[in-house]
Every structure is written in C-alpha cells, then in structure tokens.
C-alpha cells in the first residue's frame, strides 16, 4: 500500500499535525516505536500564542478542563525575572497548566477521531527517497516491515533519525553547566499565601508556576494533574556541579533547594506511589538550518530543541504542527501556489 503521509513519532508535535491532515481529509500513518502512551513527565503546561490556537481548535475546554475562552495571564518571567503584565493593555500572554501526558492524550484522541491511524510498537529504522516516493523501514515485534508513502514527517523527537538521515545540519550550543532536580514534595502549608504564592522567612515572595530567579538558581512550583497533596518542585543550578552517577534521591532534591533558597524550605515526601524524582545534567539550544528535505519535513523538538525555562518547547512545536498541516494538505489536495510548502518554517511571532 503507498501512503500520502506517514509521520514518525505520536509525541504531541506529531498528534497535532496528524489531526491537522486529517482535518483537510488528507490519509495519515502515524508510527510511534513506544508500545503505550505515557513515558516520562515532561511539560507542566502551554504558554504564548498556542493557547489561543487551541483554543481555535476547540481544545481549550479538554486540556484546561473548563470552559474557555482562556484569559491572559497577569504575571509571567522573563528569563527568570518576574514580569508584571497586569498592566498592559492587550496582553498576548496566555499560560495553560497541563501536564504533557493529558496534552498528549486530548491529540491523540482527537487524530484517532479524525480518522488518523496510529500504530505503536513501530520504530522507524531507516528509508530511502526517489522521484515520486519514499521507503520507510519499520521494526516492529513481529518482524520488520517496508512502507511507501509520498511524504514523511519527523517528529521523533531532538534526536531524530529522520532529521539525521536527510542530512540536515542541526547547530546550536549544549551548556553542561546547568544541572536541574525536580520531584514531587509537600511544602508545608504555613508557608504558602492565601494567593498561592510562597512565603520566604526574608520577606520575598515566590509565584507558583513561574521560573522565580535567585542568586543561586531558579526555582519552580506548581500544583499539577492528581498529585494529592503534592507540589512539583524543580530547581535549576548553574553552579558547575558536574555529572553525578548515583540514582537522585528525595534528599538531593532537598540540599537543590536549601542552596537556591538558603535553607527556607523544608520539603515534605509525598506519600502518593511513585513520587517523580529526577536530576536533568546540561540544557541544549540547537535548531535545523532547514525543515525540509525534498518530500521529508520536520516538526516540534526534531526541528529545534531549547531549554525548558519559559516553555518556548511546545509553544513553537505545536505551531510548526499548525503551520505544516494546512500547508501540506494544500500540497497534496494540489491547491497550493507554488513555493507555499516552502514557506513552512516555525517563525510565527508569539
Ligand atoms: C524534563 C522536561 C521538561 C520539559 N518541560 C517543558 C515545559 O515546561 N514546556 C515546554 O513547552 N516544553 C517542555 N519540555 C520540552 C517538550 O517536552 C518537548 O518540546 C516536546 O515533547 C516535543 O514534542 P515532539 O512531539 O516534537 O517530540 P517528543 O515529545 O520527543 O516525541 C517524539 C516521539 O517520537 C518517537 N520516536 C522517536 N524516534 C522514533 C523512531 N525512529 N520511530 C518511531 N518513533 C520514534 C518517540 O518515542 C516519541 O514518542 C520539557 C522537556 C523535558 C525533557
């Protein structure tokens, strides 16, 4: 069978951009080698213009879990420095709270709704280009497969095999300076105004689900998802530590936050099953010289990967996902003006 599209990777770049096809009628393959849905915790939530763009897509309501239309939000940071936005007028900033996981699901149903068909445990392992089409090769645990299809996306992902094998240049900067834990804790209730906001013993104020900088660091807090009595905390250092080999454990996520804080915070351990614990080494700052290669194109962190500090991830991903599936559709539907397709490139201003 020779597919119009198959897209490599069901991460929430390539959900999106598969509902985006399926929107204008076009057939999407989307090939995801993870077995299930899930994975690590990544994301905490939307911000800038792609909250008002999913909010178009009638997504608003299912991510936020309540009825829209979103609201701007009055205060954000600005590389780590609290940025008071109350006062301007026409604010664009919009922020939505949401773990990835529930991003991820809300796209995946609403492809698979569309009529998108999604088949896990399927790794692309390598393909081949012509004139005409491609040869995409799948591993799969029953055995390896070959399909064709017109056009292939990578959305797989920073290191996407996609993006490597079309030989496309990926520049840019790792910093291995930065070392960040996060985890679920409790932080006791004395020390959290009435607004959310966390009260420090010298007078300073710390907004929840904001990138607050101290001296030693930032500093990150947010209720999030069914986490009961927990908070997720995350401290970012550039301190130099350097890479650590031992497991992280609760009490490095404690001594993380005692240096940024100097010592304000007892955390509690949360007493829910499976508590995140985690210990990020280095941040990456790199972007493809192009996003397309004769008939394959990428999207989302395959195309630019950036560190987390302001959620620049999946602001900019999920509108490569916009900008791409209308552009593509209108390709393969045949109305496109010449040299539309290659106007396709993440640059819409937030
Ligand atoms: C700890 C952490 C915190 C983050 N926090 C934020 C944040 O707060 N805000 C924000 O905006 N962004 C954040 N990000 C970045 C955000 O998670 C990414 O921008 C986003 O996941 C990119 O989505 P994607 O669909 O492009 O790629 P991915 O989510 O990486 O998905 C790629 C998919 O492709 C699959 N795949 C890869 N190779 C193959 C193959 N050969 N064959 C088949 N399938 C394949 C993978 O299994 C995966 O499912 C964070 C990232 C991390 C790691």
């Known amino acids: 069978m020779n597919h119009e599209v ?3 990777g069901a991460g929430p770049n390539g959900l999106l951009l598969a509902g985006e096809l399926r929107l204008a009628g076009v057939p999407v393959l989307l090939l995801e080698r993870s077995p299930l849905p899930g994975g690590e915790p990544r994301a905490n939530g939307l911000i800038g213009r792609v909250v008002q763009a999913m909010d178009l897509r009638g997504l608003y309501e299912p991510l936020a879990g309540r009825p829209g239309p979103p609201a701007p939000t009055p205060w954000f940071q600005f590389g780590g420095l ?12 919009f922020a939505l709270p949401v773990p990835q996981a529930r991003i991820q699901q809300v796209l995946e149903e609403r492809a698979r709704d569309l009529g998108a068909e999604i088949r ?3 790794e ?4 081949g280009q012509d004139a005409d089409d491609m040869q995409v090769n ?3 645990a029953d055995g390896d497969l070959r399909l064709r299809t017109r056009w292939l996306v990578g959305a797989d992902g920073g290191h996407s095999l996609i993006r490597k094998q079309a030989g496309i240049p990926f520049p840019g900067s790792n910093d291995d300076r930065f070392v960040s834990h996060m985890g679920h804790a409790v932080i006791p209730a004395d020390r959290l105004d009435s607004d959310g906001a966390l009260a420090l013993p010298d007078g ?5 689900f904001a990138h607050n900088r101290l001296p030693g660091g930032v500093f990150t807090f947010a209720r999030l998802g069914d986490t009961g009595e927990a908070y997720l905390v995350a401290v970012m250092e550039w301190a130099g530590r350097g ?19 100097d010592g304000a915070l007892p955390l509690g351990r949360p007493t829910r099953p499976s508590p995140l614990l985690r210990r990020l080494e280095g941040v990456t700052i790199r972007q493809a010289t192009r996003y397309r290669a004769g008939r394959v194109l990428l999207v989302g962190d395959a195309a630019h990967v950036h560190p987390a500090v302001g959620g620049p991830g999946l602001n900019l991903g999920l509108q490569d996902a916009l ?5 593509l559709a209108a390709e393969i539907r045949g109305w496109a003006p010449p040299g539309l397709l290659d106007t396709y490139l993440s640059l819409i201003p937030i």
């Open 82 to 93: 609290p940025l008071d936005l109350s006062a301007v007028a026409d604010n664009p900033l």
């Open 204 to 208: 300073r104020r710390l907004m929840p």
């Open 120 to 122: 896990r445990g399927h």
């Open 124 to 127: 692309v392992t390598g393909f």
């Open 323 to 327: 900008n791409l599936g209308w552009k």
């Open 138 to 140: 799948v591993r799969t």
């Open 243 to 261: 890479r650590e080999a031992a497991p992280v454990t609760f009490a490095d996520l404690q001594h993380a936050v005692d240096r940024v804080l």
């Open 6 to 8: 198959v897209i490599v």
